[in-house]
């Protein structure tokens, strides 16, 4: 089948996902000024999965190697990515996180036989160049942790992973593969929840929680399996250059204030990015 006739579902799945993926990084860092980042997660992982079994209307969990590996590595994602925000601005970690392309290419070749083309890696480069050059701007005034970058680069290696366990695992039946997903690192989330406790429930933290659990999990999940299952991830990955560009849109439309040159150039590198490994 054609890749032209996968773009219609692939644009509708990724609109939704790029909005929601937009505001996580800020909503996440504010929810943790009253909760610690286990706790955080793993109600947000337990609410998440709970909502998607209820959409199933069926409570039977997956159980084989693949799916618990894939819980695993979205547990490990979720846990640096969320621990990484406590040393790390949200730009910085936006920006950080943007390096899954270059990782997730090569690990389809490695684990799925998934052999990317030419221009897919041409994408992903020109794509990367694009966000290093966004992030010159995002650091100038900034001291980037050392601990919190090396975190947050941790959140981009595994989340390359699932995504290709996305991958291997399209034929088996979505949302119940990401409700299992979703209540596997739950319970991982909680079985290390003594290393640090804490909660304060306020109605901050209780719309944080909601944003984090029904938009940026359950259905922030179920899209990015949706997207995955329709390309090679060579393909797929590089999408996610789309984030930046919707988080300057968000601030001009809110500031009224136009970005530094230097970031519209970065914009640029990323929609040509996205523009070589998509569609030339």
């Given amino acids: 089948m054609s890749t032209s006739r996968f773009i219609p579902k692939t644009v509708g799945y990724l609109v939704p996902y790029v909005l929601i993926a937009t505001f996580q990084y800020q909503v996440a860092q504010d929810g ?10 793993g109600l947000r992982y337990l609410i998440a999965s ?10 039977r969990p997956i159980v084989n190697k693949d799916t618990v590996l894939l819980s695993i590595v979205s547990w490990a994602s979720s846990g640096f990515w969320i621990l990484g925000l406590e040393y790390v601005s949200p730009s910085e970690s936006a920006v950080l996180s943007y390096t899954m392309p270059l990782i997730a290419i090569p690990l389809s070749y490695l684990l799925l036989s998934e052999k990317a083309s030419h221009k897919e890696w041409i ?24 601990l919190g970058a090396v975190l947050t680069l941790s959140n981009a290696f595994f989340w390359g992973m699932y995504t290709i366990y996305y991958r291997k695992l399209k034929n088996q039946e979505a949302t119940m593969t990401v409700a299992t997903q979703l209540l596997f690192g739950a319970l991982f989330f909680f079985l290390i929840i003594p290393l640090g406790y804490r909660l304060e429930v306020t109605p901050n933290f209780l719309f944080d929680l909601a944003y984090l659990s029904v938009l940026n999990g359950a259905l922030y999940f179920l899209l990015w399996n949706a997207i995955v299952r329709l390309q090679s ?3 797929t990955s590089t999408l996610i250059y789309s984030i ?23 914009i640029c590198l990323m929609i040509f990015g996205i523009s070589v490994s998509r569609f030339w």
């Fill in 32 to 41: 943790l000024k009253y909760s610690s980042p286990f706790v955080l997660m």
């Fill in 50 to 59: 709970l909502i998607l079994f209820g959409v199933v209307r069926s409570f």
């Fill in 123 to 146: 994408g992903a480069g020109v794509g990367f160049v694009g966000v290093l050059v966004y992030s010159f701007a995002l650091f100038e005034n900034q001291t980037l942790s050392v």
């Fill in 233 to 235: 991830v060579g393909k």
């Fill in 244 to 266: 930046p560009i919707t988080v300057t849109v968000a601030q001009y439309l809110e500031t009224s204030l136009l970005p530094p040159p230097v970031s519209l150039i970065g």
